[in-house]
C-alpha cells in the first residue's frame, strides 16, 4: 500500500500557484519524496524529489515540513498543459520500486 | 537524448493467447522496472531488473516473466492473457541506484477481447 495521502481532486486558475499537498505521516529517516505526475495517455512524468530540504527545479518547488510528515508541490504559474494526475510517492533509498496511490487529479482552468 | 522507448504502443490480443512486450532504457541507465497499470489506478510494481539480474517481483503470477539482456533492454512477457490483464504496461529505466529517479516511457496499451 502506498505511505502516502493526496486528496483526489484540486482545481486551480491559470496563471495561479497550484499547491498540491502530501501527508506520509510514517516517513523513515532514509525516505524520500517522490513526485511524479501522468497527463493523460501518457506515462508518468518525473518533477522533483527531496529528502528534507526544500527544493526547487524548473518544473516545480518542493516544499517539506521540517518533521518530514508532510510535504507540498508547487507550481508557481499553472497552465492549462499541467493538468494531469499529480503522484506523492515516498521511497527508500537503493532504487527501490515506485509504490503509487491514487493521486490528485489536477484541473486548471482557462 | 532519446527517453525511454516501448514497443507496440497498442496490442490486442485474445484471452489464452502470449504476449511480449519490449522495452529501450534511456542511454546509460542500466536498471528496467516494469508497471502495470489499470483504468483508473496507479501504476503497480512488476519486476526490477538490473545487470541482467531479477532484482525485485511484485504481486503478480507466475504467467509474468522478464528479462534484460546485455544492451540493458528488456521484454515482459505475460503468457495465457486473461481479461484481466487488459492494462497500460509501462517501463521505467534509472542509473545504478541511490536515490536517482526512475523515467518511464508511454507505455504499451494492452487490450484483451
Known amino acids: 500500500d502506498a505511505k502516502t495521502t493526496q486528496p483526489p481532486s484540486m482545481d486551480c486558475a491559470e496563471g495561479r500557484a497550484a499547491n498540491l499537498p502530501c501527508n506520509h505521516s510514517?516517513?523513515?529517516?532514509?525516505?524520500?519524496v517522490y513526485w511524479y505526475r501522468q497527463i493523460h495517455s501518457q506515462g508518468p512524468q518525473y518533477i522533483i524529489h527531496?529528502?528534507?530540504n526544500n527544493e526547487t527545479n524548473e518544473m516545480a518547488s518542493l516544499i517539506i515540513t521540517e518533521d518530514r510528515k508532510s510535504s507540498t508541490l508547487i507550481l508557481p504559474h499553472a497552465t492549462l498543459r499541467d493538468t494531469a494526475v499529480y503522484y506523492c510517492?515516498?521511497?527508500?533509498?537503493?532504487?527501490?520500486?515506485?509504490?503509487f496511490g491514487k493521486g490528485t487529479r489536477l484541473s486548471v482552468i482557462a | 537524448d532519446a527517453g525511454v522507448t516501448q514497443s507496440p504502443t497498442h496490442l490486442i490480443k485474445t484471452r489464452g493467447q502470449h504476449v511480449t512486450l519490449r522495452c529501450s532504457p534511456i542511454?546509460?541507465?542500466?536498471?528496467v522496472s516494469w508497471y502495470q497499470q489499470v483504468l483508473g489506478q496507479g501504476p503497480q510494481f512488476i519486476f526490477q531488473?538490473?545487470?541482467?539480474?531479477?532484482?525485485g517481483r511484485g504481486n503478480f503470477p507466475d504467467r509474468f516473466s522478464a528479462r534484460q539482456f546485455p544492451n540493458y533492454s528488456s521484454e515482459l512477457n505475460v503468457n495465457a492473457l486473461l481479461l484481466g490483464d487488459s492494462a497500460l504496461y509501462l517501463c521505467?529505466?534509472?542509473?545504478?541506484?541511490?536515490?536517482?529517479?526512475?523515467?518511464f516511457g508511454d507505455g504499451t496499451r494492452l487490450s484483451i477481447l
Open positions: 521505467a529505466s534509472s542509473p545504478t541506484g541511490g536515490y536517482q529517479p526512475q523515467h
Open positions: 510514517t516517513i523513515s529517516g532514509n525516505e524520500y
Open positions: 527531496g529528502l528534507k
Open positions: 510517492i515516498v521511497r527508500r533509498e537503493g532504487n527501490t520500486p515506485l509504490v
Open positions: 542511454s546509460g541507465h542500466k536498471s
Open positions: 531488473y538490473y545487470e541482467k539480474e531479477e532484482r
